[in-house]
């Protein structure tokens, strides 16, 4: 079976545009989270969805957005990208809300 | 909001030593789940502990949860060159649920022949 999968897994964005991430759980899990990595520090949660609703948003400004397909797969949106948007953006997938989450190799996005 | 802690940092031992991460939660959690992350790879999924004292062993790790469900601990016996990596809890808090993880600071472990 395939596991979460993530594209691009590497994009270089100019300051001020925008960006879409993609991810696909794993088959038959309904559950997708996003989360922002930081070179040397721990994933930081940006949202979950679960059944195509959102059920969990992190502290981030709105220029980020998601949303989940009737497919279970989901997007996240950055819009007017900064310099400190550079990160390793994690998506990971679980059965339910509540059980354990496989990640996605991740999208290294840098912005310059 | 929940913060957690992990220490030590870093940690440099040689091939065959024992390893311990700690990890604390400003606020008691309903699990406390560990990560591995590789170097330039994603975290995976090692275990979950749910019950308060809970200790389960994978065979030379050994996870711990406190009896206030906010600490826990992972142990290593006997380090090998595979087991380098950064190691992270996360729980959610006790009114959150679902995965909306709160990762550890994480302990980065590295195995020297």
């Known amino acids: 079976d395939a596991g979460v999968t993530q594209s691009p897994t590497h994009l270089i964005k100019t300051r001020g545009q925008h960006v879409t991430l993609r991810c696909s759980p794993i088959s038959g899990h309904k559950s997708v989270s996003w989360y922002q990595q930081v070179l040397g520090q721990g994933p930081q949660f940006i949202f979950q969805?679960?059944?195509?609703?959102?059920?969990g948003r992190g502290n981030f400004p709105d220029r980020f957005s998601a949303r989940q397909f009737p497919n279970y797969s989901s997007e996240l949106n950055v819009n007017a990208l900064l310099l400190g948007d550079s990160a390793l953006y994690l998506c990971?997938?679980?059965?339910?809300?509540?059980?354990?989450?496989?990640f996605g190799q991740g999208t290294r996005l840098t912005v310059v | 909001g929940q913060q957690v802690m992990q220490i030590p940092q870093y940690q440099h031992v040689q091939e065959g030593e024992d390893f311990t991460t700690y990890c604390n939660s400003s606020t008691t959690l309903s699990n406390i789940q560990w990560y591995k992350q590789r170097p330039g790879g994603h975290p995976v999924f090692l275990i979950q502990l749910v019950k308060s004292g809970e200790v389960k062993k994978q065979k030379r790790l050994t996870f711990q949860f406190g009896e206030a469900k906010k600490n826990s601990s992972l142990h290593i016996t006997a380090t090998q060159t595979t087991d380098v990596g950064t190691y992270f809890c996360a729980g959610p808090g006790v009114t959150g649920g679902g995965n909306k993880l709160t990762f550890g600071t994480g302990t980065q472990l590295k195995v020297e022949l």
């Open positions: 969805y679960y059944e195509k609703e959102e059920r």
């Open positions: 990971a997938s679980s059965f339910h809300r509540n059980t354990e989450a496989f």
